[in-house]
T-cell receptor, first 112, second 113 residues
Framework: AQTIHQWPVAEIKAVGSPLSLGCTIKGKSSPNLYWYWQATGGTLQQLFYSITVGQVESVVQLNLSASRPKDDQFILSTEKLLLSHSGFYLC???????????FGPGTRLLVL | DAKTTQPDSMESTEGETVHLPCSHATISGNEYIYWYRQVPLQGPEYVTHGLQQNTTNSMAFLAIASDRKSSTLILTHVSLRDAAVYHCILRALPQGTGSKLSFGKGAKLTVSP
């Protein structure tokens, strides 16, 4: 069975500090991977997606970047956090473009 | 992707059958109807999806109108664990390499003991 793990579970960071959030998929080779973000009280927005190692497409610009260094790993990062980056970050995977997306447990981020 | 309309909230009692409606009057022929549910501080959980025919799985029954302009997610014998925000989402077959889910506010289901 496939499992999706996100780290850290939660983080409190200062404005202007760097950020790195991680996502790992186990039990599935060559998955499509996605990053979503949900502001407190807001709706989920897709930020990035990747269909293969080294390839990432941006969907929404939020002064964030993403990378896929390994087949089973997806990283979300920024060099300078903004207050508006606070929220809930979710990683998801699917077998292919037309397949169901399954979400991870999420990372809560509070920027002060 | 076309827009969906759901009630803001619905209430039920444990053991009841709940019908969660979703209106999608402008749905296109290549759009699937997906249902996810989400509880606070957790990622969305996939419930079911369909294109034209009614579908059923261990979680729910999805009834799709013959004209596809509406659908109903039916939960039988609901328990407290079914309390969540239920999202009805239309998803077209991707034209490119991306596959985007557009979440709205969903319908909050409250289940009372």
């Amino acid at each position: 069975a496939q499992t999706i793990h996100q780290w850290p579970v939660a983080e409190i960071k200062a404005v202007g500090s760097p950020l790195s959030l991680g996502c790992t998929i186990k039990g599935k080779s060559s998955p499509n991977l996605y990053w979503y973000w949900q502001a407190t009280g807001g709706t989920l927005q897709q930020l990035f997606y990747s269909i293969t190692v080294g390839q990432v497409e941006s969907v929404v610009q939020l002064n964030l970047s993403a990378s896929r260094p390994k087949d089973d790993q997806f990283i979300l990062s920024t060099e300078k956090l903004l207050l508006s980056h606070s929220g809930f970050y979710l990683c998801a995977w699917s077998s292919g473009n037309q397949d169901t997306q399954y979400f991870g447990p999420g990372t809560r981020l509070l920027v002060l | 992707d076309a827009k969906t309309t759901q009630p803001d909230s619905m209430e039920s009692t444990e053991g009841e059958t709940v019908h969660l409606p979703c209106s999608h009057a402008t749905i296109s022929g290549n759009e699937y109807i997906y249902w996810y549910r989400q509880v606070p501080l957790q990622g969305p959980e996939y419930v079911t999806h369909g294109l034209q025919q009614n579908t059923t799985n261990s979680m729910a029954f999805l009834a799709i109108a013959s004209d596809r302009k509406s659908s109903t997610l039916i939960l039988t014998h609901v328990s407290l664990r079914d309390a969540a925000v239920y999202h009805c989402i239309l998803r077209a077959l991707p034209q490119g390499t991306g596959s985007k889910l557009s979440f709205g506010k969903g319908a909050k289901l409250t289940v009372s003991p």
